[in-house]
């Protein structure tokens, strides 16, 4: 069954610290994975999009990895500020197909 | 400026009362989604759109309608409208096809619906 689980669930960090969330997925065929930033009661906005042969990329002070061997992806958030507070989703879509995989989300909490 | 807006932000209905969920583009964007996001359940696809007239089910459909007469349109259209219908909808628009990585997905604010 294809399915997407992020972990954690949730997450509060101090100002200036870095954080990883992660992100794991059964889809198969893999097309391509991609992280969005979704402020509370906004539209998620999209991060970062990686496909089987990219294994990092970035945006800004978020770096997403990617290991299409074992199926997880990683988002690294550096110097963390308040505006960084937000959900994080996941979304893995599968090649020749139009569905795409949602996570749940991380919920992340920066507190000066 | 690019963007994908959504029609009313707010409502609160009754069951039963028709009601219709406007979603504009103005990327020119061939792909056109709508999707309901419930707490614990992450974002849902409802249903979307390929193109003019070409419509299709995601993973959620029942109880719901679209139409895609023009390109920059996606009308989300709730017959009947019952309380488990109460959630928070987001359209999304992007180039073509999600299965691309080309295609970067731009969603709208969303509309907070309350059906008592």
């Known amino acids: 069954k294809n399915q997407v689980e992020q972990s954690p669930q949730s997450l509060i960090i101090l100002e200036g610290k870095n954080c990883t969330l992660q992100?794991?997925?059964?889809?198969?065929?893999?097309?391509?994975l991609r992280w969005y930033k979704q402020d509370t009661g906004r539209g998620p906005v999209s991060l970062t999009i990686?496909?089987?042969?990219?294994n990092t990329k970035s945006n800004g002070r978020y770096t997403a990895t990617l290991d299409a061997d074992t199926k997880q992806s990683s988002l690294h958030i550096t110097a963390s500020q308040l505006s960084d507070s937000a959900s994080y989703i996941c979304?893995?879509?599968?090649?020749?197909?139009?569905?795409?995989?949602f996570g749940t989300g991380t919920r992340l909490t920066v507190i000066p | 400026e690019a963007q994908v807006t959504q029609n009313p932000r707010y409502l609160i209905t009754v069951t039963g009362k028709k009601l219709t969920v406007t979603c504009s583009q103005n990327?020119?964007?061939?792909?056109m989604s709508w999707y309901r996001q419930d707490p614990g359940l992450g974002l849902r696809q409802i249903y979307y759109?390929?193109?003019?007239?070409?419509?299709d089910k995601g993973d959620v459909p029942e109880g719901y309608k679209v139409s895609r007469k023009e390109k920059r349109n996606f009308p989300l259209i709730l017959e009947s409208p019952s309380p488990n219908q109460t959630s928070l909808y987001f359209c999304?628009?992007?180039?073509?096809?999600?299965?691309?990585?080309?295609?970067?997905?731009?969603f709208g604010p969303g509309t907070r619906l309350t059906v008592l």
């Open positions: 759109s390929m193109n003019v007239e070409v419509t």
């Open positions: 990686m496909t089987f042969s990219e």
């Open positions: 999304a628009s992007s180039r073509g096809q999600l299965r691309s990585s080309y295609n970067e997905q731009f």
């Open positions: 979304v893995v879509s599968e090649t020749g197909a139009n569905n795409l995989f």
């Open positions: 992100c794991n997925y059964t889809v198969s065929p893999f097309s391509n």
């Open positions: 990327m020119n964007h061939e792909y």
